[in-house]
């Protein structure tokens, strides 16, 4: 127990990030991920304006997640990485191209998605496409986490980016309204 | 009696215009869009810097926007066809808005879904997809009246200040040749024609 306490300290200080969104953004900073297209959510609103304020990263939104995952795609081909930032629903529009560009082609397509329709959905349509995330996802054996906690936001997305690169397959990282409070009705 | 407005377009061949473009070409890349445009790019000679979609239609301008951000030094074409730029429209805006100089891209517009059946696309004789590229923001957006015009607006894209739109009427010939598929494959050389890593 003293040694585990010990060691979420030292992660702790290592890392001066202490929101959800601080977390990930240093992610990406560290892994080189520079390229960050999305189409936002309202999760997502700090995160995007974090990374529009830092020169670090190119990032811009776009008419279609698909259209993001054909820029990172074409980025990563020529040597600049990327990430793409998108809600549950937008996910549900990339099956086609999970399964023609991304899986088939190797591609270490990395996606943050917001997830809405659980956990206090107030929309029945988004409640209903957050069911068929999974099942796409598991269908083309991508990996994918579901990130519930701050304290291990940090280990899940460094190792996932990591090992997306080096296995070069896609990855979904899935924020939680546990993690990130998500949106509820009187919002 | 037609819908279609006149054109001073002349209608031209795929195949042809490809490898017109590429007989212009050393190390630039090109992206070329599913089903036959990238058919007649794989005909006219494979080069490692070719990147061959084989699904994801729509995506050729998106693909090639990301390798552009990527090597701003290096010129990247994408060849698309009409039926397929119209899954995508707003990647013109996106484009517009990132505005990078060192993209060129040509739209292949016969108006019909060729290798489906030759159906009309919606938009066939109703949209003038150069219209809606320079409505989308692309200022350098042009039909290519003949051959010859299609070759200067190719060589004047090359030193462009802002990227380039060519939209090109074609006829209803399906490919010429047929991709090799092997999408890792593919890729990997691209990577290489990139200079991203070298083959095993």
């Known amino acids: 127990m003293a040694a585990s306490a010990e060691q979420s300290s030292a992660q702790k200080q290592a890392s001066p990030a202490t929101t959800w969104h601080g977390i990930v953004l240093e992610t990406l900073k560290r892994n080189e991920i520079r390229l960050v297209p999305y189409v ?19 990032t811009f939104p776009t008419a279609r997640e698909e259209e993001a995952v054909g820029i990172v795609s074409g980025a990563w081909m020529a040597g600049m990485r990327g990430a793409v930032l998108m809600q549950t629903s937008g996910f549900a529009t990339l099956a086609n191209v999970l399964a023609s560009l991304a899986v088939p082609y190797q591609i270490p397509l990395i996606m943050f998605v917001s997830e809405r329709g659980t956990l206090g959905e107030f929309n029945y349509g988004q409640a209903l496409v957050c069911r068929t995330m999974r099942p796409v996802l598991d269908s083309l054996a991508v990996e994918h986490h579901t990130v519930t906690r701050l304290d291990e936001l940090e280990f899940i997305a460094d190792r996932s980016i990591k090992q997306a690169v080096t296995t070069q397959a896609p990855v979904a990282l899935i924020l939680s309204p546990l993690l990130t409070g998500g949106k509820t009705f009187d919002k | 009696m037609t819908a279609t407005p006149a054109r001073n377009t002349k209608v031209m061949n795929r195949f042809d215009l490809t490898q017109r473009l590429i007989a212009k070409l050393k190390d630039e890349a090109v992206i070329g869009g599913i089903g036959n445009t990238n058919f007649d790019l794989w005909a006219a000679g494979h080069r490692p810097q070719n990147f061959y979609m084989l699904g994801s239609m729509g995506l050729a301008f998106p693909i090639a926007l990301g390798v552009a951000l990527a090597q701003p030094k290096r010129r990247v074409f994408a060849l698309e066809g009409d039926g397929s730029l119209l899954m995508q429209l707003g990647c013109l805006s996106t484009i517009a808005t990132q505005a990078p100089k060192n993209l060129t891209m040509v739209v292949m517009d016969n108006g019909i879904y060729q290798i489906t059946g030759s159906q009309p696309t919606p938009a066939a004789g109703h949209t003038d997809v150069v219209a809606v590229a320079l409505a989308s923001g692309l200022a ?55 200079g991203v890593r070298q083959l095993l």
């Open chain 2, 140 to 194: 350098k957006s042009s039909w290519a009246a003949d051959e010859d015009d299609f070759e200067r607006l190719i060589e004047q894209s090359m030193t462009a200040t802002a990227p380039t739109l060519i939209g090109v009427r074609i006829d209803d010939k399906p490919g010429t040749g047929t991709t090799r598929r092997d999408p890792v494959q593919i890729r990997e050389r691209f990577m290489h024609g990139m």
């Open chain 1, 40 to 58: 936002p959510d309202r999760v997502l609103t700090t995160l995007i304006k974090n990374l529009h304020a830092d020169p670090y990263f190119t």
